[in-house]
């Protein structure tokens, strides 16, 4: 069976999902075998957002040598066997060691499918960022729902994540071994350019834009399922439910929204998924019972889903310097905020209360409001243009 080259991309953002999920979603269980508070777990977490960093910063001549094929078997596969390892590690600090090499992986994943996407949005003339976002959340999805059940039924975080590393190793091997290297739409795109990935100030309100949806995304995958426990005292299943409602929204925004992209313009669909961000977050933070809470976490998962692909898809299109570099310095300053996000809100949860972690994110999210105007509100002719416009095929394309 033929898989197109996006398809493949698709699934390699779906496979790295289920890997990190499958381990996300054991959060309460990581905690208590670490014997850790919330502020000890979110401190361990921390060195999967330092891992990225270095990453981010230092990974694109890597990536450029070694080209897409190769790059995704280490990272996809890498990151999911380094989780599955984690759950039979003795102790914090070697959890932060394994965290670091898995933010390492990550990092690189994160420029290596977000830059092939890219070109494959610039071959077809399309936007098909979002839907390939749309099946990482898919992953997430799949994977949270299965946890319920998994978490229900009593079977152990070791088990669990180790089946799902041997998911991702046998689907991926198949996926992976099709991905072409394809080349650069600029021939001297990495020749005599910097090693090393920094923001600009031109990228800064992407920058906030990206922040923003990630720091929504953190607290909902990260920090749902011990929210419910601690604050509604609800059973394991009930309590998984947060999390799979975040991602289910998540995914079918991600899934379904290019075409509203291409209609109405990048800026518009960006506020008003950021104002759903925002009732959101105010719904989880004020919610006198469960079912509130799960609505919260819905409209967060919805709210956040294309927010960052639409500032990926801004960065890798933009000429001023090579689209590794330019979606490195991006995720260089937003991707890691999913993993900074942890740390952040456990220390606000352990010393403030779980609920007020979730209204410091409020801020973050006005400011990105206030940054959309770096987004494009051209809408793609074919909506709502008239074929007497004088615009040319090409045009239409672009």
Not at 133 to 145: I, M
Not at 179 to 206: I, K
Request: glycine share 10%; aromatic share 10%.
């Amino acid at each position: 069976m033929r898989f197109a080259q996006h398809h493949r991309l698709n699934a390699c953002f779906f496979l790295f999902a289920v890997g990190l999920g499958a381990l996300l979603s054991r959060m309460p269980d990581l905690q208590v075998a670490l014997d850790v508070d919330k502020s000890g777990l979110g401190l361990t977490l921390i060195g999967m957002a330092l891992g990225a960093l270095t990453s981010l910063t230092l990974s694109s001549p890597l990536i450029s040598r070694f080209g897409a094929r190769i790059t995704a078997f280490v990272t996809v596969i890498g990151t999911a066997a380094i989780y599955a390892l984690i759950p039979w590690l003795p102790s914090a600090p070697v959890v932060f060691v394994a965290f670091y090499c898995a933010g390492l992986l990550a990092g690189a994943l994160e420029i290596n499918l977000n830059v092939e996407i890219g070109k494959e949005e610039a071959r077809t003339g399309r936007s098909i960022m979002n839907r390939a976002h749309g099946f990482w959340s898919l992953g997430f999805f799949v994977t949270a729902l299965c946890a319920s059940f998994v978490r229900q039924g009593g079977m152990s975080m070791h088990l669990h994540v180790g089946l799902a590393f041997g998911v991702v190793l046998v689907a991926g091997g198949w996926v992976i071994s099709g991905l072409r290297d394809t080349t650069s739409r600029n021939a001297a795109e990495f020749e005599n350019t910097q090693h090393f990935a920094f923001p600009t100030m031109s990228l800064l309100p992407l920058c906030i834009i990206g922040i923003a949806a990630f720091l929504v995304e953190g607290a909902g995958i990260d920090w749902s399922a011990i929210y419910m426990r601690d604050v509604f005292a609800v059973e394991p299943f009930i309590g998984g439910l947060g999390l799979t409602l975040f991602t289910f929204f998540m995914a079918m925004v991600r899934l379904f929204v290019d075409p509203l992209v291409d209609r109405y313009g990048a800026r518009l669909v960006c506020i008003v998924l950021l104002v759903l961000s925002a009732a959101g977050l105010t719904a989880v933070w004020l919610a006198p019972n469960s079912i509130v809470a799960l609505f919260g976490f819905a409209l967060m998962g919805g709210g956040c889903s294309a927010v960052y692909p639409l500032a990926v898809s801004a960065a890798a299109r933009r000429t001023d310097q090579s689209a590794h570099l330019n979606v490195a310095a991006l995720g260089q300053v937003t991707f890691i905020v999913f993993f900074l996000a942890p740390p952040l809100l456990g220390f606000v949860a352990e010393h403030l209360g779980i609920r007020n972690a979730y209204f410091i994110c409020l801020p973050l999210v006005i400011g990105a409001l206030l940054s959309v105007k770096a987004l494009s509100s051209e809408k793609k002719l074919g909506y709502g243009a008239k074929e007497g416009s004088g615009a040319t095929a090409n045009q239409r394309c672009r």
